[in-house]
């Protein structure tokens, strides 16, 4: 099946540790997304990336970072900088204009 | 700078009743995509407007683009429980390939 993953589905860390979230896709899509969800709210962008080896910083880049080896694969680390990294996060790839999301990380920082 | 706004934020409705969520942007977009996320669930791609004035239907939801190409709205007929969710507008950044969404409306529906 084609599509993007994300693991693991729910995660636990202790505060000031940092975390990485697995983001991966088969659709052959150049333009990949992190964006972070809180609770009723809606989606900010923390980083993108449109070909590999490149990405941007978006909105709350800030305690964050990322990096795009190969195509399919866009890990985002939470960092011990990110003050309040309890959140869902969501790994989008973009093709014909559409974003493809995965199904998400819920990560909470105890 | 380049903004999206939804209203209403959340919106309550019986079932059987219809609902409408607008979107505007403070600038002119090329296109506006429509998503939903169910409860627990991730965004899934609904729609895209590309025209000026432009109607598109899927079965009970209908979208439109607002002739200036600067606000969009989803109406739902007849809700059903099924249509619980959060429904995002989003248009293109101004960089190549970002994506700027709304912040989104929450329907509850009430059986």
């Known amino acids: 099946d084609g599509g993007i993953t994300q693991s693991p589905k729910y995660l636990f860390r202790k505060e000031g540790q940092n975390v990485t979230l697995s983001c991966e896709q088969n659709l052959n899509h150049d333009a990949m997304y992190w964006y972070r969800q809180d609770p009723g709210q809606g989606l900010r962008l923390i980083y993108y990336?449109?070909?590999?080896?490149?990405?941007q910083k978006g909105d709350i880049a800030e305690g964050y970072s990322v990096s795009r080896e190969k195509k399919e694969s866009f890990p985002l680390t939470v960092t011990s900088a990110q003050k309040n990294p309890t959140a869902f996060y969501l790994c989008a790839s973009s093709g014909a204009e559409k974003q493809y999301f995965g199904p998400g990380t819920r990560l909470t920082v105890l | 700078g380049q903004q999206v706004m939804q209203i209403p934020q959340y919106q309550h409705v019986q079932e059987g009743e219809d609902f409408t969520t607008y979107c505007n942007s403070s600038t002119t977009l090329s296109n506006i995509q429509w998503y939903k996320q169910r409860p627990g669930g991730h965004p899934v791609f609904l729609i895209q407007?590309?025209?000026?004035?432009e109607v598109k239907k899927q079965k009970r939801l209908t979208f439109q683009f607002g002739e200036a190409k600067k606000n969009s709205s989803l109406h739902i007929t007849a809700t059903q429980t099924t249509d619980v969710g959060t429904y995002f507008c989003?248009?293109?950044?101004?960089?190549?390939?970002?994506?700027?969404f709304g912040p989104g409306t929450s329907l509850s529906v009430i059986p």
């Open positions: 407007l590309v025209k000026s004035g």
């Open positions: 989003a248009g293109p950044g101004t960089s190549y390939d970002k994506v700027i």
């Open positions: 990336s449109q070909i590999v080896n490149d990405f």
